[in-house]
């Protein structure tokens, strides 16, 4: 008589006697039982990593203004003062990216429950497009213009897209009217943006505009040095 998967054991006979109506139990071999088997050991799900916090920039004098202005992001609105435009320019690799995502952080820590969100000028053309081709461009506009915190990285990738463009001034018309908080970063600053709208241009000049240099000599030593 087989138990799956855990023993092996023969089972007593029983058989009535002629002379009465009892129960006899012819005698049997002793039970034997298969030899254990070992079940491998299986190790223990390795632990998942605690992700590393977040990388801080390091104020030097090519960013300062700029992290003066990212530092202090949020104290206009907790003044009840309306937060001005940012506007954020410099080459690639001079640490914009770093520099904004920090301010969101900062302006977040001061407002936690307003609604952010960040992403790339080429991320914002590809969900228009999308909203375009579903048809639901007004639920795309109505997310949006919901939003206390907008930011928009490497915005000369709209350069000519003129419908994507509107999009993006009427969206900073209706954040403006909300008193919402907005950042861009470019390659260049808003009068050296071209296939730009005036209109837009302006409201990209509205603001704060801060140039970010890539780091010399003595701010390489400096952040080697910490």
Known sequence: YKVTGVQTCALPIYRKPSGGCGLTARPTAPVKFSPRVERPTVPPPATARTPAPPENPLRISENAEAYTAFEHWG???EAGEIEPVIFLS???????SLLVRWGVRQF??????????????AEFAAQFAEASANQTIPLFQTALRELDLLVVEDLQALQGREETQTQL??????L??????MAFTANSPPGGLTGFPPRLISRLRG??????????????RKSTRL
Do not use: F, Y
């Open 90 to 96: 410099g080459p690639a690799g001079c640490g914009k």
């Open 169 to 174: 001034l009427n969206l900073m018309i209706a």
């Open 108 to 121: 977040l820590a001061r407002h936690p429950k307003c609604s952010s969100l960040v992403l790339t000028a």
């Open 207 to 220: 603001g704060i505009s801060v140039r970010v240099t890539l780091p010399g000599a003595e701010s390489d």
């Open 75 to 77: 104290t206009a609105r």
């Open 176 to 181: 403006r009217e909300r008193e919402a908080a």
